[in-house]
């Protein structure tokens, strides 16, 4: 015959099974479903409840139920220190009742299919009170310790997949929040094209990672991209407190290192303990600069029209949430040319597990270039690889539209001449021209128009003059000035000259007009300038 001591071990080595490795498998909500009926058989009793705790409104909350049928509804609230759940809550040990009917709880949800004893144990969580975990029997009974040690095993067990649902909850609510303050497609904005990304990172769950852009009264565009620290619903909901602050402050605060001053204010006051990276940057109507101020943040990068992609050369104050004193943030001013395109972005872009953030900053800086910012954030989103992210990504990209800026014209050759020097000089200039891929009959008429008006110059200024040939964006470019004053400058004075044998006194500027895809002259009291230009 088996004893009582024999017949508890074996429960307890039964239940430990049950909740340790049986259970591993399932969800959580399928856990605590196996849960219950596994009381109700390991104990014997006909009734099982589980409510969790409510610790705003301090109350507790009946989330499932085995035994009660048409007596339970999921949602009923007991307040704490009322009734036996919630004197179980109150106390935080364990209470047996031998006979409901000698107790002042008149509870449906307790005196349900008809309960007689009743025995409750807490679940905590983390140290805390979690909820409340009992059962009953229709027919009176006498629970014992080793009931209630059986009870709390299972608390435990529930403890954890009732964390686990609650974890779940926060990141799917976290996650809704974030994305409902993320703008779901970026207006339209005169002078720039835009995108974006936002990537949850899925490892450590949720955070407070976000992107914003706005349009102020005064024509300026704001953009904003922040990380707020920790994970989870917390962070999620102080980023949206920071975004609406930010949003506000901006309309105050023309320099972006004033705003950012304001926001360091509030979240050292209202939301203490926390931390914050914020770029914030304003764009002017022309879009032609970027005043940007950085707290704690990664550093933009700007991908210049030629391709070249550097880091903004902007100084990175500390986060916000360090009680930084007023008047220490800084802003910088950079140009913003046409064809450039900014891109600024969270560190989960660059992080990577074992790697230097170094690394990460350099696979940016060879991904970007000044394409479309559909297409350069697709690029960067890729180049974070399969690897599981393990904190979230905001991106976004900006590229002020226009025609890109012509770069700066290259000297190729400056000489002066005299009359014997022409020769060697037009000899020079075909030789650039044919380097420069000139088709034949352009770069011979190129090279006639500058010997005709080298002759030129020799002849109205006093017998020399100096050449200076350049390559810009066009082709060839070659400017021939004198210092004489015979020219006739009041016929040609800063226009486009088609001169005649007649006006000109000469058939040097004629014969050039003749061979020349574009010739300009500049003549005053110092000397004349004639440009000469050779398109590809």
Not at 336 to 357: K, M, N
Not at 453 to 468: D, E, F, K, S, Y
Request: charged share 25%.
């Amino acid at each position: 015959m088996i004893d009582a001591a024999t017949d508890s071990d074996e429960r307890l080595r039964r239940l430990e099974a049950v909740t340790d490795a049986a259970l591993s498998h399932l969800d959580v909500d399928a856990l605590l479903d196996e849960l219950l009926d596994r009381v109700r058989e390991l104990l014997g009793v006909d009734t099982v409840v589980i409510l969790l705790l409510d610790p705003h409104a301090r109350q507790l909350v009946a989330t499932a139920a085995k035994g009660l049928d048409d007596h339970f509804k999921v949602g009923v609230r007991v307040p704490i220190g009322r009734g036996f759940a919630g004197r179980v809550a109150r106390d935080r040990r364990p209470v047996i009742v031998d006979d409901i009917t000698e107790e002042s709880d008149t509870s449906p949800l307790v005196r349900g299919g008809g309960v007689r004893s009743l025995l409750g144990v807490p679940i905590f969580g983390g140290g805390e009170l979690a909820g409340v975990l009992y059962v009953g029997s229709r027919s009176p009974r006498a629970f014992n310790t080793d009931d209630a040690r059986l009870l709390e095993m299972v608390a435990d067990r529930a403890s954890v997949a009732t964390h686990t649902r609650a974890g779940t909850v926060n990141r799917e609510t976290a996650l809704a929040l974030q994305r409902s303050l993320l703008p779901t497609a970026l207006a339209e904005v005169p002078g720039v094209d835009m995108a974006a990304r936002y990537l949850p990172g899925h490892d450590s769950g949720v955070g407070g990672d976000w992107y914003d852009v706005f349009t102020l009264p005064s024509g300026w565009l704001g953009v904003v991209v922040g990380d707020v620290s920790g994970h989870g619903l917390e962070s999620a909901v102080v980023m949206g407190r920071l975004r609406s602050a930010l949003r506000a402050y901006a309309l105050v605060c023309a320099d972006p290192a004033d705003a950012l001053e304001h926001l360091d204010a509030k979240v050292h006051h209202f939301e203490t303990g926390s931390l914050a990276t914020v770029l914030y940057a304003v764009i002017p109507p022309e879009r032609d600069k970027v005043h940007v101020s950085v707290a704690g943040h990664p550093r933009p990068v700007l991908v210049d029209p030629s391709g070249r992609a550097e880091l903004l050369p902007a100084p990175t104050d500390v986060p916000l949430g360090m009680g930084r004193p007023a008047g220490t943030r800084r802003t910088t001013v950079v140009d913003f040319p046409p064809g450039a395109v900014l891109v600024c972005y969270t560190d989960g872009l660059i992080e990577r597990r074992q790697e230097s953030i170094d690394v990460g900053i350099e696979r940016l800086l060879a991904t970007v270039w000044p394409g479309e910012p559909d297409e350069v954030c697709t690029a960067l989103m890729f180049a974070v690889g399969e690897e599981r992210p393990t904190d979230d990504t905001a991106l976004l990209a900006i590229r002020r539209l226009g025609p890109p800026p012509h770069p700066e014209p290259r000297l190729l050759l400056a000489a002066e001449f005299d009359r014997a020097g022409v020769a060697t000089l037009r000899r020079r200039v075909a030789d650039e021209a044919e380097r420069h891929g000139l088709a034949d009959d352009v770069a011979d008429d190129f090279v006639a128009a500058v010997n005709e008006v080298m002759t030129n110059a020799i002849r109205h200024g006093g017998g020399a003059g100096a050449l200076r040939l350049l390559a810009d964006h066009t082709g060839l470019v070659c400017e021939v000035r004198d210092h004489g004053n015979g020219f006739p400058a009041a016929a040609f004075l800063a226009r486009e000259v088609r001169p005649t044998p007649s006006s000109t006194g000469g058939m040097g500027l004629w014969i050039a007009q003749q061979t020349s895809h574009a010739l300009h002259i500049e003549s005053g009291p110092a000397g004349t300038l004639v440009r000469i230009t050779a398109a590809h």
